[in-house]
Each structure stands twice: as structure tokens, then as C-alpha cells.
């Protein structure tokens, strides 16, 4: 089936530090989500996509839908130990009701 | 409270001893669906529900059933579990599937089957 790549799958970084994480994938998406995994706990969506170059804001969190319709890219800036968690794009294909999620991108942060 | 409800949280059990998780929502969705969490494979779908009485298959159904005979419930039915079906299970709910519809997810069940 489709695929998506996530880069990186972990990383480690120092409180107050910006991250930027990306989704790409050899097949077109007409929508990109972003969701979090906190700890423990189910995937909540932060920010959804639905036009190429598209560019969409949640506080500290930024995303942009790829020109090209194969990737998608999110920002987080000034980040917070509570931002801890796992980071998965995802794009509904089809009819929309098959969901294809990346790896996840594993976040730390060190305070 | 809007939300998914998941039993068991964790469940250990034998190969071949058949087994149900159980997913309730309470937020009047008609789309339901059951993910798989592995380490390095993210999350991949097993089988979802348009509607009562309407299940499809996802991208991993072998192994697995489904039931959805009414709105607000959607188990996920492990006839003969096996190893290889240990793992960390989500079910989500949405509106209506579509994509303007967010996915809202229960906090999973941990099963593993020796």
C-alpha cells in the first residue's frame, strides 16, 4: 500500500529550541494531518491540511501542505517538555475512509 | 465527556485463546476503525465501519474481525491470536470518515499473546 516517510524517527533536542519534522511519500495526497501521541495515551490531531502550499498555524505549531502534494512539513517552535510525545503525518486516500499513517517521529526534550 | 472508550488497557494471553477488545463511543459517529501500533511500522489500519452493519477491510486484516451491529460500539474479534499479533491496539471514531472529520482515538489496549 502507500507509504509515508517520516524524518527523523527521533530526535533529541534542549528546551527552547525550535524543531522542524517532515512527511513525504511517492503518491499524491488531496489532505495531510498531523497528529501527536502523548505517553500512554491515542494519536489527537493537531493541525489537518487541505490545499497544496497551503500553510496553517496552532500556537507554537506550524504545518505546510507540500506544492507537489508528496510532502508536508511541521514546525514547532520554542519548544516545552510538555512536547514531548510521538509526531505522525497521515493522509486519508481513496474515499477517505483508509488512513495511511507514517512512522512517527519520536520527540525529547531535554529541560 | 466526548470520548473513545478501549477494554481492556492491557490483556495478556495464549496463542489460539480467542479474544475480544471492546471500543464504545459516545459522540454519535457513524466512522470507526482499529489501528495497530508497532515500533518502526507506525500506525497501520486494520478494518473500519462506515455505518451499522457496514465493515471493510483496512491494510492488515488477517487475523482479525469485526462487528458492528450497533452505532456506538465496534469490536475487534481475534479468533486464534498468535504471536505475531502482539501489539498495541487503537480504535478512532469520526463524523463521517471524510476529511474534514478528525479521527478521535481511544488510549489504546496492550496485548500480548505468548
Known amino acids: 500500500g502507500q507509504q509515508l516517510n517520516q524524518s527523523p524517527q527521533s530526535m533529541f533536542i534542549q528546551e527552547g529550541e525550535d524543531v522542524s519534522m517532515n512527511c513525504t511519500s511517492s503518491s499524491i495526497f488531496n489532505t495531510w494531518l498531523w497528529y501527536k501521541q502523548d505517553p500512554g495515551e491515542g494519536p489527537v490531531l493537531l493541525i489537518a491540511?487541505?490545499?497544496?502550499?497551503e500553510l496553517t498555524s496552532n500556537g507554537r505549531l506550524t504545518a505546510q501542505f507540500g506544492i507537489t502534494r508528496k510532502d508536508s512539513f511541521l514546525n514547532i517552535s520554542a519548544s516545552i517538555p510538555s512536547d514531548v510525545g510521538i509526531y505522525f503525518c497521515?493522509?486519508?486516500?481513496?474515499?477517505?475512509?483508509?488512513?495511511?499513517f507514517g512512522i512517527g517521529t519520536k520527540l525529547q526534550v531535554i529541560p | 465527556e466526548a470520548q473513545v472508550t478501549q477494554n481492556p488497557r492491557y490483556l495478556i494471553t495464549v496463542t489460539g485463546k480467542k479474544l475480544t477488545v471492546t471500543c464504545s463511543q459516545n459522540?454519535?459517529?457513524?466512522?470507526m476503525s482499529w489501528y495497530r501500533q508497532d515500533p518502526g511500522l507506525g500506525l497501520r489500519q486494520i478494518y473500519y465501519s462506515m455505518n451499522v452493519e457496514v465493515t471493510d477491510k483496512g491494510d492488515v486484516p488477517e487475523g482479525y474481525k469485526v462487528s458492528r451491529k450497533e452505532k456506538r460500539n465496534f469490536p475487534l474479534i481475534l479468533e486464534s491470536p498468535s504471536p505475531n499479533q502482539t501489539s498495541l491496539y487503537f480504535c478512532?471514531?469520526?463524523?463521517?470518515?471524510?476529511?474534514?472529520?478528525?479521527?478521535?482515538f481511544g488510549n489504546g489496549t496492550r496485548l500480548t499473546v505468548t
Open positions: 491540511l487541505y490545499k497544496a502550499g
Open positions: 497521515a493522509g486519508p486516500r481513496g474515499g477517505y475512509q483508509k488512513v495511511t
Open positions: 478512532a471514531s469520526s463524523m463521517t470518515g471524510g476529511p474534514g472529520s478528525p479521527l478521535h
Open positions: 459522540m454519535n459517529h457513524e466512522y
